[in-house]
């Protein structure tokens, strides 16, 4: 009976020892479960904030604050500071490339339209001093045709240069359409135009930034007239004849000027444009003092033996001038000194 008992007794103790041994490995378990809850809870919160940080430029005030609370976190808002300020350095030195790009790109566009021969299509019709119309491709040196002052006065004026006579070319036409008239010009070609309907207002813009509600000008300074409708085709022709005096011509029976872009175009600041056919009016004088002295044969010849037939683009028109200077010299002179004899003999 005692052995019975102590046999008993020896496995309630393993059973007690097994159960105690489970509990523990239970404890054990949800011990460690239950830090890495905590320690995976606290991971994933620092590194969203830890993203929120790099995300953002600028941090609150009262989430700096919290974090200066205790060492670690000053030393990482530390961390965080100079890497905001290595980001706001980085964005600045890609705004001044963006800024040096656009500017580049500007430079290349307005050399490309430099490059895109400004000009009237060949249908453009000009008013001759007969009271007769004449097509832009019939046009000749001499012709004087119908031209404004700067007062809006009308006069006629000689053909004296063409910058452009290409009857085969096809280009995009900005198309203004007034008071039942359409004129045709480029887009960097000069027109007068008003916001204001008056012609003490009136200033030179180009063709491409014409707008329905402006006011443009007929055969006068008197005669103003409201764009209706401005389209763009493309025709065929590109012409541009420049006058004696006046820069301001009658196509198709409305006002626009003789001149477009040209070499000053690039350095010109924007709020300059309306300035710039005046100034290469005042460069074309020499061409104007030449052709007053030896006529328009001779003008019609030398551009055909020189082949002068961009004078708009800078090259052709500083080429111009050295081989007039060079080439036509002894001609010159010898008109010149032609006059002088006659002058002296009366």
């Known amino acids: 009976r005692n052995r019975r008992r102590i046999r008993r007794n020896r496995r309630r103790i393993r059973r007690n020892r097994r159960r105690i041994r489970r509990r523990r490995r239970i404890r054990r378990r949800r011990r460690v479960r239950r830090r ?29 604050a ?8 000053r030393r990482r808002l530390h961390l965080n500071r100079a890497r905001m300020r290595r980001l706001i350095a980085h964005r600045r030195r890609l705004a001044a490339f963006m800024r040096r790009r656009r500017a580049q790109i500007a430079r290349a566009r307005a050399r490309a339209r430099r490059r895109g ?19 832009m491709d019939e046009l000749k040196h001499g012709d004087a ?30 198309c203004i359409k007034a008071a039942g008239k359409e004129m045709c010009l480029t887009a960097d070609h000069f027109l007068l135009a008003s916001d204001t309907g008056r012609w003490a207002d009136a200033r030179t813009i180009r063709g491409g930034k014409a707008r329905v509600g402006q006011t443009v000008w007929e055969t006068s300074g ?29 196509v198709d029976g409305l006002v626009a000027s003789t001149h477009s872009s040209w070499f000053l175009d690039d ?8 300035l710039l056919p005046a100034v290469y009016q005042t460069v074309l004088e020499p061409a104007q003092w030449l052709y007053k002295l030896m006529g328009a044969e001779w003008a019609a010849g030398l551009q055909h033996r020189l082949q002068i037939g961009d004078v ?13 200077l060079t080439n036509e010299l002894p001609a010159i002179l010898s008109k010149l000194m032609g006059n002088v004899r006659l002058h002296s003999e009366f």
């Open 145 to 174: 045709v119908l031209t404004l002052d700067a007062h809006g006065a009308q006069a006629f004026k000689q053909v004296f240069l063409f910058g452009h006579r290409d009857a085969d070319a096809t280009a995009p036409f900005h």
């Open 66 to 73: 919290r974090l200066a609370r205790s060492r670690a976190l």
């Open 222 to 250: 008197s005669a103003p007239a409201v764009v209706e409708e401005v389209t763009v085709r493309w025709l065929k022709g590109l012409f541009n004849p420049y006058t004696v005096d006046n820069h301001y011509i009658v």
């Open 267 to 274: 350095i010109t600041p924007a709020g300059l444009d309306h």
């Open 312 to 324: 708009s683009r800078e090259e052709g028109a500083l080429a111009g001038y050295k081989l007039v």
């Open 117 to 135: 021969r400004p000009c009237f299509p060949a249908h453009a019709r000009l008013q001759l001093e007969s009271g007769s119309t004449v097509r």
């Open 36 to 64: 890495r809850r905590v320690v995976c809870g606290r991971r994933c919160q620092w590194l969203r904030r830890h993203r929120a940080r790099l995300r953002a430029l600028h941090v609150r005030r009262a989430y700096l």
